[in-house]
């Protein structure tokens, strides 16, 4: 449903907008994560990752129209992408726990939602390259 909803979303008002409000929603809850008890870390997490997941379907289709011709590929690359560098990720910052403390990665975790702001260098695809309407008379021919 939520897959739904964000392609939906980003056909209407751009993808780019979509991966912006993706960014932006989530990193006030980020920030305030290390501040709060276990209780409100919870609730937070789900606004976080509900949050953070709605862009992907976004990134996925946005990526898919800087190289139609590759569709496939891109779509294999950013899932084995994103699922392969979690793993990398959650290892690291396993690691950097046990050699620091939970609160250091807890810090760090919640800044790191800033980086999306680098989606301002993204260029602007002025709307969808491949949804485009095909006229009847050419379909006719």
């Known amino acids: 449903m939520g897959t739904i909803a964000g392609g939906l979303v980003g056909d209407k008002i751009g993808r780019k907008y ?3 409000f ?3 929603g989530a990193l006030p809850f980020t920030l305030a994560l290390p501040f709060v008890n276990l209780f409100w870390t919870g609730v937070l997490s789900i606004f976080i990752g509900l949050t953070l997941s709605s862009s992907f379907p976004a990134i ?5 129209e800087l190289m ?3 569709v496939g590929t891109i ?3 950013f899932f084995g992408f994103a699922f392969g560098l979690s793993g ?3 290892a690291a910052l396993g ?9 250091f990665v807890y810090l760090i975790c919640s800044v790191l939602p800033a980086l999306g702001l680098l989606a301002a260098l993204l260029p602007d695809l002025g709307g969808s390259r491949r949804f485009k ?3 009847a008379a050419a379909i006719e021919e």
């Open 75 to 77: 779509s294999g690359l």
């Open 60 to 64: 996925v289709v946005y990526a898919q």
């Open 133 to 135: 309407t095909i006229p």
């Open 95 to 103: 690691w950097l726990a046990d050699r620091t403390s939970i609160e």
């Open 18 to 20: 979509v991966i912006w």
């Open 88 to 90: 990398l990720g959650a």
């Open 22 to 24: 993706s960014v932006l």
């Open 68 to 70: 139609p011709q590759k």
